[in-house]
Nanobody, 115 residues
Framework: QVQLVESGGGLVQPGGSLRLACVAS????????MGWYRQAPGKEREQVALMTRGGDTNYAGNLKSRFTISGDIAKNTVYLQMTGLKPEDTAVYYCAGAANGGVYWGQGTQVTVSS
C-alpha cells in the first residue's frame, strides 16, 4: 500500500499564490510518477499537472502559465506552485502516485480562491 498526504491548501484572495505539497509513504513501492488533480463542486475530477520519475512534466490546458509542478519522485515528494489564482481554481486538490501497477490517491486538500 502507498499512502499520499497533501498539505498547503487554504483560503487565498484572487491573484494570490499557494504551494501544495504531497509526500508518499508505505512499504515496497517505487513511484513511476506523481501528479495533481482537482475537483470543483459539481464537476468531474480533472488533471492539473503530472511529473514522471525522469522529470518530464505535463500540464492541463493553459495552467502551465500559472502552475508549476516540481519535486523529486525518487524521494516520494511532489509540489504544486500555484500563482495568479482565480476563483475558478477553487477545488479540492488531490495528489496521485503511480506505483506497483496501480494509482494511489491522497485525501485531498481544499483550495478556495475568494475575496
Amino acid at each position: 500500500q502507498v499512502q499520499l498526504v497533501e498539505s498547503g491548501g487554504g483560503l487565498v484572495q484572487p491573484g494570490g499564490s499557494l504551494r501544495l505539497a504531497c509526500v508518499a509513504s508505505g512499504t515496497s513501492f517505487r513511484l513511476n510518477g506523481m501528479g495533481w488533480y482537482r475537483q470543483a463542486p459539481g464537476k468531474e475530477r480533472e488533471q492539473v499537472a503530472l511529473m514522471t520519475r525522469g522529470g518530464d512534466t505535463n500540464y492541463a490546458g493553459n495552467l502551465k502559465s500559472r502552475f508549476t509542478i516540481s519535486g523529486d519522485i525518487a524521494k516520494n515528494t511532489v509540489y504544486l506552485q500555484m500563482t495568479g489564482l482565480k476563483p475558478e481554481d477553487t477545488a479540492v486538490y488531490y495528489c496521485a502516485g503511480a506505483a506497483n501497477g496501480g494509482v494511489y490517491w491522497g485525501q485531498g486538500t481544499q483550495v478556495t480562491v475568494s475575496s
